[in-house]
């Protein structure tokens, strides 16, 4: 009567109890995983420095933060005159260090004790274009001698490059006469007569090439001896642009066009912490498809003063982020995956290693006690037992001197040995779980100490 009674009642309370704890348990899992788990950009809020806002890299940059904009990153596009500039923002002025990324232009020189690093590569090159008015005839370098050049916006990729070239001992003697002007300014200036060239250092495809070549009425010059010139440097290389790929129909260019080109390097400072650049790296990917096929950089000058970062070369060799830089980023911030992994494994030989010598000493304190037991049976003839003092008969007594202080020495250690089992079983090192193998010889000794005094006490001695 009292189990159909109160029996299925507290099943159903102790199944009842369970599913709360239960659902309790998910509640704060479920909060714990929305507050530290990330599958989104919620961590990138940077800047990035593009460039000219009507240039390709500016519209790059607006696509990206559109991007991570949808899944709650913040990326703000700061257009700027160029790769120089980049560099000069990333660096910092007065100790001010701003989070960003910047488009740079391998090559640009790069302060050594930046702390500027290397993200990677657009998979698209920059390519150096030198437009003139459609009809002018320019086969090679020599016949540039004396033109007056535009070289873009002071403190562009463009104007750094175009210093370059013209420092190169065999145009020196050009005498070729550079001037800075704002990109379309420049184009104006070279179909009015003002200037014999316009270079422009941007994606050949870029829609702004394309509406000042057929605006401006402007062709491509490529000087056959183009090749010659760019294949000394290792971070340039030669392209071509198709015959009409500006324009069929005049066409522009009208013959096929060998241009030098350049990468363009995606760089970073060190106030832009690792779950930032992950992000990062994650959104060029969405945005390019081949940017981890295309990556890393195989010789880019400026990787000379900001080499490629842990996060980026550890990105390639995988072929995308890490799961702890996906989902963890507030934590590889505080420290790198592999460093993690390196802790667990401290860790995990630090545990192993406070077994093994709990497990050492358990063994000491079990063979002393033995020891300590051989030396009560050879004392009484019996075990060491509590059991075997019932078995005493009544006239069996310690009788001499010398064994009553053996007695009495043994007690001491009995209580010695106790009270060391007591101290290490209370030790940091011995592991959760492993007191009881401690209270168990603890047990043991205060049962021969409780055999050891008795006896002493039917001798007609005192236990101490």
């Known amino acids: 009567l009292d189990q159909l009674a109160f029996g299925p009642g507290r099943d159903r309370r102790a199944w009842a109890r369970i599913l709360l704890m239960a659902i309790a348990l998910l509640a704060v899992a479920a909060a714990i995983l929305y507050f530290t788990v990330s599958g989104d950009y919620a961590f990138l809020r940077a800047s990035i420095y593009t460039g000219s806002s009507t240039g390709q890299y500016h519209a790059t940059g607006e696509r990206l933060a559109t991007r991570a904009l949808k899944r709650n990153g913040h990326l ?72 007056s050049v535009g070289i873009g916006p002071d403190g562009s990729g463009t104007t750094y490059l175009m210093r370059q070239l013209l420092e190169n001992s065999d145009l020196k003697d050009l005498d070729l006469k550079p001037s800075n002007h704002d990109l379309e300014a420049q184009a104006q200036m070279v179909r009015d007569g003002q200037l014999d060239l316009a270079a422009f250092v941007m994606t050949a495809n870029a829609e702004l090439i394309r509406t000042l070549a057929k605006t401006y009425d402007l062709e491509i010059v490529a000087p056959a001896d183009i090749e010659g010139l760019v294949s000394r440097d ?17 066409p522009i260019p009208a013959t096929d066009k060998l241009v030098a080109q350049v990468d363009t390097l995606i760089m970073t400072n060190a106030c832009v912490h690792r779950a930032e ?69 401290a860790v995990t030989i630090l545990f192993n290693a406070s077994n ?88 043991l000794i205060e049962d021969a100490q409780a055999m050891l005094g008795d006896l002493l006490r039917r001798s007609g001695g005192k236990a101490p």
């Open 76 to 147: 703000s596009v700061v257009a700027t005159a160029g790769s120089v500039e980049n560099i000069a923002r990333l660096a910092g002025e007065n100790g001010r260090c701003i989070p960003a990324f910047a488009f740079v232009q391998d090559g640009v020189p790069v302060p050594g004790d930046a702390g500027l690093q290397t993200l990677g590569r657009l998979p698209q090159p920059e390519s150096l274009l030198l437009l003139a008015r459609r009809g002018r005839a320019i086969d090679t370098f020599e016949d540039l001698k004396g033109a």
């Open 234 to 250: 290792k971070w340039l290389r030669l392209g071509k642009i198709p015959a009409g790929f500006y324009d069929v129909a005049k």
């Open 277 to 345: 650049r992950v992000a990062f790296l994650r959104l060029l990917t969405e945005e390019f498809p081949t940017f981890v096929r295309d990556n890393p950089p195989p010789a880019a000058k400026s990787q000379d003063q900001a080499p490629l970062a842990d996060e980026a070369r550890e990105f390639f060799t995988n072929g995308g982020p890490a799961m702890a830089d996906r989902y963890f980023p507030w934590l590889v911030n505080l420290m790198s995956p592999a460093y993690w992994i390196y802790l667990a494994m």
């Open 356 to 443: 093994a010598y709990s497990r050492f000493r358990l063994w000491r304190i079990d063979a002393n006690r033995e020891m300590l037991e051989s030396r009560l049976k050879a004392l009484t003839g019996l075990g060491s037992t509590p059991e075997h003092i019932k078995t005493l008969p009544p006239e069996a007594a310690i009788r001499t001197p010398q064994d009553r202080m053996a007695a009495e020495n043994l007690l001491k250690d009995l209580e010695a040995l106790r009270l060391r089992c007591e101290e290490q079983l209370r030790s940091m090192v011995t592991p959760m779980g492993s007191e009881m193998f401690y209270r168990y010889q603890e047990q």
